[in-house]
């Protein structure tokens, strides 16, 4: 209780975690939490259908859920960011404890029954009221909770292995550490650079590890096929043993979880009502027609990506998997004059960062303040507290973690750690993590990384200036299929001319891009386009027959 009383009073008085919790802590903080969450949903059961209000159900429900949300998100982000493995250990233990726990409370038929005198009530309700009702009733449906008993059981039993196997699977790609060395004649066509900052083993050759870092400069830059396929092959055999079998166990469990709830696949059941494409036949004619859509774009580009080929190698077997960065790459540097490389110096991750932060602050009327206070979990993480310009209202606090290391999530994203909230009476600022994996030092980022950082930021914003009442519609609490769409839409913004102005700065001269560098990279924004979106739709399909 001391603990995340202490946390809490951080959080709430001046925006600071904890990041110093030992093991122990893991593990008592997340007894504390199911220990109290019991207790609540015990007491909520106990009201009788004639006292039941929306305050006394789910709106105690959704006070805990906002008390309480971050300490569990805290709990299980060391799991992803922390550089002691012991503590991601922990941390990953916990999650599975308490994704498990919050299962169970999640079929409690007591509570699903008393909040649903509450559906009889529904045109008295606010609108986030209304709509917290249905998303309750829509999961409990879900959840079986209309069904007897046996057939629940075998439904949490489901859910919870199901999510046993999938914290398991991302803490081994967590954990996945492999080197493969090269000599650099291997390397021939990667920056100098580039080579200098990749460690030499005893024998003298370089290191390369999994990370973005290594693996996209020399699938993209790298004239050496054997060097390419061998790195390709063992980026795509991550963990590939441990994490195909949890995989397939995976699918079988969801497919069997579908049919128990009445289902005909995982799919008709994970869209039904949390996603703006309500139906599986929705998704199918969406990816099909797509498709159709980019197919003669997307033959334009591979035909001129194997002549390109072919020209160079005299090689006529077409692009493979291991080809297609390189000669996408090359393509856009020989038909069109863009090296991505020239762009590196224009982008240097302190000025990026700047400039990112500036736009973002311009155009949603923002004030960001670096907290040089807040006790961090590594030296490169860095914290801003959000305000608003005009008001001078605190919106909540941000966490950049831009650098791979060995344990951490190994891709970009943005983790909600608190949810914003606000009425009348009360006022819950948020805070969110960002995490990505961009290069370390001069001479910079690549544009790439650049609109990832955008994106991801853009990611950011929407958790910080989101302006409900309910803590559970806040953020990035949305239909699924709309997540990504706010971020979509700001990292345009990567793609004008006034804003690459102001997000490049040369490291040496302080020189922004060149008016001729500006427009070869805006012109050349859609070559490639068509592969490049078909893979998309590929791996979307995939998933999709999957399950």
Not at 23 to 49: C, G, H, N, P, W
Not at 194 to 213: I, R, V
Not at 382 to 389: E, G, L, P, Q
Not at 482 to 491: C, G, K, Y
Request: glycine share 6%; charged share 25%; net charge negative.
């Amino acid at each position: 209780y001391i603990l995340q009383k202490k946390l809490t009073d951080q959080l709430m008085e001046a925006g600071k975690l904890n990041w110093n919790l030992t093991v122990s802590d893991l593990y008592d903080l997340s007894e504390l939490y199911m220990r109290e969450k019991r207790q609540l949903f015990d007491t909520i059961s106990q009201v009788a259908a004639s006292e039941v209000n929306f305050s006394n159900t789910l709106g105690e429900l959704e006070r805990f859920e906002r008390d309480w949300t971050c300490l569990v998100n805290t709990l299980t982000l060391y799991q992803h960011v922390m550089s002691t493995p012991e503590l991601r250990k922990a941390s990953s233990e916990a999650d599975k404890k308490m994704s498990n726990f919050d299962i169970e409370m999640s079929m409690r038929v007591n509570v699903f029954e008393v909040v649903k005198c509450l559906v009889a009530q529904s045109g008295t309700l606010e609108a986030e009221e209304k709509r917290c009702l249905d998303k309750f009733m829509l999961k409990g449906r879900k959840n079986g909770l209309e069904t007897g008993e046996e057939q629940r059981n075998v439904i949490e039993k489901l859910k919870q292995e199901i999510s046993d196997l999938c914290i398991e699977f991302q803490k081994n790609l967590n954990e996945e550490n492999s080197i493969l060395l090269f000599n650099p004649d291997q390397l021939i066509g990667t920056t100098q650079s580039f080579q200098d900052s990749l460690k030499k083993a005893e024998n003298g050759l370089l290191e390369l590890t999994l990370s973005y870092p290594h693996f996209f400069p020399v699938m993209e830059t790298c004239s050496l096929s054997e060097t390419r396929l061998t790195l390709q092959r063992a980026f795509n055999s991550r963990c590939k043993e441990t994490n195909s079998a949890i995989l397939l166990q995976v699918l079988k469990l969801r497919h069997e979880l579908a049919r128990v709830l009445g289902y005909a696949t995982y799919s008709d059941y994970t869209l039904d009502g949390v996603t703006m494409a309500a139906t599986s036949q929705c998704v199918k004619e969406f990816l099909e027609n797509l498709k159709v859509k980019m197919k003669s774009m997307a033959e334009e580009d591979l035909t001129a990506l194997s002549e390109l080929k072919l020209a160079e190698t005299g090689d006529k077997s077409g692009i493979a998997m291991h080809d297609y960065r390189y000669y996408m790459k090359r393509r856009e540097k020989l038909h069109f004059g863009l090296d991505h490389e020239a762009f590196r110096p224009y982008f240097p991750v302190t000025k990026v960062t700047e400039a990112v932060c500036g736009i973002y602050q311009e155009l949603l009327g923002l004030k960001f303040t670096p907290d040089t206070l807040c006790k961090l979990w590594h030296e490169d993480v860095r914290c801003h507290v959000v305000h608003d310009a005009a008001s001078g209202e605190l919106l909540g606090h941000f966490f950049l973690d831009l650098f791979p290391r060995e344990g951490k999530y190994g891709h970009a994203c943005c983790i909600g750690l608190q949810p914003s909230c606000h009425s009348a009476t009360f006022s819950q600022p948020a805070v969110a993590v960002m995490l990505a994996n961009f290069t370390r030092g001069d001479p910079g980022l690549t544009h790439d990384e650049v609109e990832t950082f955008f994106h991801e930021f853009g990611h950011l914003m929407h958790q910080l200036c989101s302006r409900t009442r309910l803590s559970c519609f806040s953020g990035t609490r949305v239909e699924r299929d709309f997540v990504e769409t706010p971020s979509q839409m700001l990292e345009n913004w990567c793609w004008t001319m006034d804003g690459l102005r102001r997000l490049s700065c040369h490291f040496e001269t302080g020189e922004p891009l060149p008016d001729q560098m500006v427009g070869d990279l805006v012109r050349t924004r859609f070559v490639n386009h068509g592969t490049q979106t078909l893979r998309q739709v590929a791996l979307s399909t995939l998933d999709f027959v999957l399950h």
